[in-house]
């Protein structure tokens, strides 16, 4: 079974601009949860799709935003990025919601995103 | 608040021998922790998770220990080889206003494995 897969691996931008990170779960996974990870501040939830409905969201600004489709691919947007935004984005997947909590979470490679 | 900590953001062992990671957590209330390898540039990987109502879990080399008297979680790695260098996190689970469950994840403790 494939995993979870990510695109693109890695990513430049510059302040300002936005991007889209798309993610695939594992065949017959629902829920797919996205994450910010950076040196200072580990692994950040970003929020939580399940069955194309955000079920959860972390304390991230309105310009983070995402979405799932009916296949249960999901993307996340970033609109005028900052510097901060520097960071590596992993997505996960699971057969029901909750991050893990209710049910094993894969994670896929993440998309290193750096902004200039 | 939420937060896990971690007690030593780094660790270096000799191959062969037993590693123990350590991980302090907050909320009393959580009923349900996971422990999570980092390989460079892969993403987290489930190694063992643990309920509450147990005290320690083994798995294949791992065993994990629960103290909820003194909100503690350990990680015990048996015979540490070489491929078990990564970084190493605890979660945590809380439950949110809408009583939707969700990790909460510690920092990482680094692990590297001397041959």
């Known amino acids: 079974k494939a995993g979870v897969t990510q695109t693109p691996r890695y990513l430049i931008k510059t302040r300002g601009q936005q991007v889209t990170l798309s993610c695939s779960p594992i065949s017959g996974h629902r829920s797919v949860s996205w994450y910010q990870q950076t040196p200072g501040q580990g692994l950040q939830f970003l929020f939580e799709y399940f069955s194309e409905t955000q079920r959860n969201k972390g304390n991230f600004p309105g310009r983070f935003s995402g979405r799932q489709f009916s296949n249960s691919r999901s993307e996340m947007n970033v609109s005028t990025l900052e510097l901060g935004d520097s960071a590596l984005y992993l997505c996960a997947s699971s057969l029901i919601p909750g991050q893990g909590a209710g049910d094993t979470q894969y994670f896929g490679p993440g998309t290193r995103l750096t902004v200039l | ?115």
């Open chain 2, 1 to 115: 608040g939420e937060s896990v900590g971690l007690h030593l953001p780094t660790l270096s062992v000799q191959e062969g021998d037993n590693s123990i990671i350590n991980c302090a957590y907050s909320n009393s209330a959580s009923d349900y922790f996971i422990w999570y390898k980092q390989e460079s540039g892969k993403g987290p990987q489930f190694i063992i998770d643990i309920r509450s109502n147990m005290d320690k879990r083994q798995g294949q080399r791992v065993t994990v220990l629960l103290n909820k008297t003194v909100k503690h979680l350990s990680l015990q790695i048996a015979a540490t080889q070489p491929g078990d260098s990564a970084v190493y996190f605890c979660a945590e689970t809380v439950y949110n206003a809408g009583n939707n469950r969700k990790l909460i994840w510690g920092l990482g403790t680094s692990l590297a494995v001397n041959p």
